[in-house]
């Protein structure tokens, strides 16, 4: 009997959990958005150094939080994830972004999504495969949208 109750809570609660991840806000900032992580993705692909400083403000508030740590401010972001780890440890990169929801509310906006990540190391020439869950925050300037946070972890349960 519980077994069932708990069955019938866990398929209440899913419609609920897939009404989340629709996107929020107007087209034209959820199109913005969608834009921004691609070359998001294209920055860490290439480690475009120019790319990523289109990409996030420059404010001194920005973060970034990951298993390796926690940097503040762009130059941490780009000296510490992106030239030293992403173009420091790996010599080629290929994020997949999956099952993006965007959320926008006046000049703030943020967004989850999946991603898989393959790499091969520079030091070997080995391959590595990761998987993870990440949600971004994004803040209107000057008209554009631009990174402001950053907050991703391993996900356990990988999208298909």
Not at 53 to 60: C, G, K
Not at 83 to 103: C, K, P, W, Y
Not at 104 to 132: L, P
Request: a negative charge; charged letters at 20%.
């Amino acid at each position: 009997m519980v077994t069932h109750i708990l069955l019938v809570a866990v398929l209440c609660l899913m419609p609920a959990y897939a009404a989340a991840q629709t996107d929020t806000g107007s087209g034209r900032d959820i199109a913005a958005i969608h834009h921004l992580i691609k070359q998001y993705a294209k920055a860490v692909d290439t480690v475009d150094l120019n790319l990523l400083s289109q990409i996030w403000s420059h404010s001194p508030e920005v973060s970034f939080i990951y298993p390796l740590g926690e940097e503040h401010g762009f130059d941490a972001i780009e000296q510490q994830v992106f030239q030293n780890i992403m173009g420091g440890v790996f010599s080629a990169r290929d994020l997949e972004t999956r099952g993006v929801a965007i959320h926008v509310s006046g000049n703030a906006g943020w967004s989850e999504f999946h991603w898989i990540f393959h790499a091969t190391m520079r030091k070997d020439g080995s391959t590595v495969t990761t998987h993870g869950v990440e949600t971004q925050v994004y803040r209107r300037e000057s008209g554009k949208w631009r990174l402001v946070h950053v907050h991703y972890s391993e996900d356990r349960q990988p999208v298909p």
